[in-house]
T-cell receptor, first 112, second 114 residues
């Protein structure tokens, strides 16, 4: 089973700080890299996604940075807020493929 | 908009009992998935259905069976529950064939097996 390695497992950040979560993948054929956000008692929901033909994608306070040569991508949350406290999953997949491979998840807690 | 609906939300079983987890989506998606979520393990794929009438094994299929009843519904059955199957189960659906589409998840079924 091809893996996606996600770190850290948990993260505590002060309100207003920057949260950074990293992922590394193995298969260079992957061409879709989404991040999902999950609140307690809920299912994961798509937060932001990137394709490997760009190195960065920004949506509001959330940015994905992508390094194709290193096979790594990361999520940056700027000006972190208590409402951002959740579990974040990186994932990879192929356009047209049926499976998505998820990382193990990062539990983020933003202190007020 | 209901999205993906899972029933039940909670269930406690005794070892050896059987149970079916239900999932229905109203987004006209063609692909559907069952995952289990365990602490530190992320989301592991149990079975998936690429389209109505087809099902395939995922990463952890042992001890489970599935049925794609129609385009809307995809059920997961535990024939003889074991404590190792205590987990949170998520159903998801996805529109396949339209570029990169995300998976849409239900809110999960929390299953405890004693």
């Amino acid at each position: 089973q091809q893996q996606v390695k996600q770190s850290p497992q948990s993260l505590i950040v002060q309100k207003g700080g920057i949260s950074i979560i990293n992922c590394a993948y193995e298969n260079t054929a992957f061409d879709y890299f989404p991040w999902y956000q999950q609140f307690p008692g809920k299912g994961p929901a798509l937060l932001i996604a990137i394709r490997p033909d760009v190195s960065e994608k920004k949506e509001g306070r959330f940015t994905i940075s992508f390094n194709k040569s290193a096979k790594q991508f990361s999520l940056h949350i700027m000006d972190s807020q208590p409402g951002d406290s959740a579990t974040y999953f990186c994932a990879t997949g192929n356009t047209g493929g049926f499976k998505t491979i998820f990382g193990a998840g990062t539990r983020l807690f933003v202190k007020a | 908009n209901a999205g993906v609906t899972q029933t039940p939300k909670f269930q406690v079983l005794k070892t050896g009992q059987s149970m079916t987890l239900q999932c229905a989506q109203d987004m006209n998606h063609n692909s559907m998935y069952w995952y289990r979520q365990d602490p530190g393990m992320g989301l592991r794929l149990i079975y998936y259905s690429a389209s109505e009438g087809t099902t395939d094994k995922g990463e952890v299929p042992n001890g489970y069976n599935v049925s794609r009843l129609n385009k809307r519904e995809f059920s997961l059955r535990l024939e003889s529950a074991a404590p190792s199957q205590t987990s949170v189960y998520f159903c998801a659906s996805r529109l396949q064939g339209k570029g990169n589409q995300p998976q849409h998840f239900g809110d999960g079924t929390r299953l405890s097996i004693l």
